[in-house]
């Protein structure tokens, strides 16, 4: 049996949330109240992503065995001139990607961003970095760790993150259990069962600039969950309001409002 959630919405605001419900390892359960349209859970989190498109492939953690690439230049009229021009187009179709990312999720905005925060809302982070998901992925050794690299859209379960607001426009984050977290300026999961006493490490306040959403840390001020160019973490005592900390916010469920819908 799918284990409830610790703080569900009230009856009066509609259904609950559609709970990731992700298996720890060894278990497998079904999601928690989620509709007919969600893909059923993988069993487990996946493995991080090695590579972002538009750079060379690299361990995408410590320890993970590199990628074999053959790059393969072509010669061009102009030589060593052409060849630049052809890396800076590259490099402009990445910011180009990371661009309509960011703008797709601003103009879907139909409410006040922090409305997207209320107890229950269930939301994906959208790093301003890479135009990809904040995401939960398994590293190398198994543990539960945290990157920008996640798919966009509702059945990407493992960059789903249910909101628990507390006033004063502080929150917490967690998916299937497993919160963020910011520890001796580490941004890291951490595993709080059902009904369990949320430790502070946990909580953020909450900072809008423009269309997009900064969270510090409530128990390490000036200190920013952060999103580096590969996708990796940004240690966040390195991380305080610039660009590497912004999020844009798709909302996945509300109920205040529509839920976003998967792109195909």
Same mark, same amino acid.
């Given at each position: 049996? /799918?284990?409830?959630?610790? #703080?569900?919405? =009230?009856?009066?605001?509609?259904?609950?949330?559609? #709970?990731?419900?992700?298996?720890?390892?060894?278990?497998? %359960?079904?999601?928690? !109240? /989620?509709?007919?349209? #969600?893909? +059923? +859970?993988?069993?487990? #989190?996946? /493995?991080?992503?090695?590579?972002?498109?538009?750079?060379?492939? %690299?361990?995408?953690? =410590?320890?993970?065995?590199p990628v074999q690439t053959t790059v $393969?230049?072509?010669?061009?009229?102009?030589?060593?001139?052409?060849?630049? *021009? @052809? /890396?800076?187009?590259r490099l402009g179709n990445s910011l180009d990607y990371v661009a309509r990312k960011t703008d797709e999720i601003a103009h879907e905005m139909s409410v006040p961003m922090k409305a997207?925060?209320?107890?229950?809302c269930v939301v994906q982070l959208i790093s301003c970095t890479t135009g990809r998901a904040l995401?939960? $992925? %398994?590293?190398?050794? !198994?543990?539960?760790?945290? @990157?920008?690299? !996640?798919? @966009?859209? =509702?059945?990407?379960?493992?960059? &789903?993150?249910? $909101?628990? &607001?507390e006033g004063n426009n502080i929150v917490r984050l967690h998916n299937n259990n497993n919160f963020l977290a910011i520890i001796n300026g580490s941004t890291v999961l951490v595993n709080y069962p059902p009904k369990s006493k949320l430790g502070l490490?946990?909580?953020?306040?909450?900072?809008?600039?423009?269309?997009?959403?900064?969270? *510090?840390? $409530?128990s390490e001020p000036r200190r920013h969950i952060g999103i580096l160019p590969d996708g990796q973490l940004k240690p966040a005592l390195a991380t305080g309001k610039e660009h590497h900390a912004k999020f844009g916010v798709r909302c996945i469920y509300s109920p205040f409002m529509q839920p976003a819908v998967s792109r195909k």
């Open positions: 049996m /799918a284990s409830k959630q610790p #703080y569900p919405p =009230p009856e009066s605001q509609g259904p609950p949330p559609p #709970y990731p419900g992700y298996p720890q390892p060894g278990q497998n %359960q079904p999601p928690y !109240g /989620a509709p007919a349209s #969600y893909a +059923p +859970p993988p069993q487990g #989190y996946p /493995a991080p992503q090695q590579v972002y498109p538009g750079q060379p492939p %690299q361990p995408a953690y =410590p320890g993970t065995a $393969v230049v072509k010669e061009k009229k102009g030589g060593l001139f052409g060849f630049l *021009e @052809d /890396a800076g187009k997207m925060f209320n107890t229950g995401e939960i $992925v %398994q590293g190398p050794t !198994g543990q539960l760790i945290v @990157d920008g690299l !996640g798919g @966009d859209g =509702p059945q990407f379960t493992n960059a &789903h993150w249910t $909101v628990i &607001h490490e946990a909580r953020f306040r909450l900072f809008q600039t423009e269309q997009f959403m900064m969270f *510090e840390s $409530v």
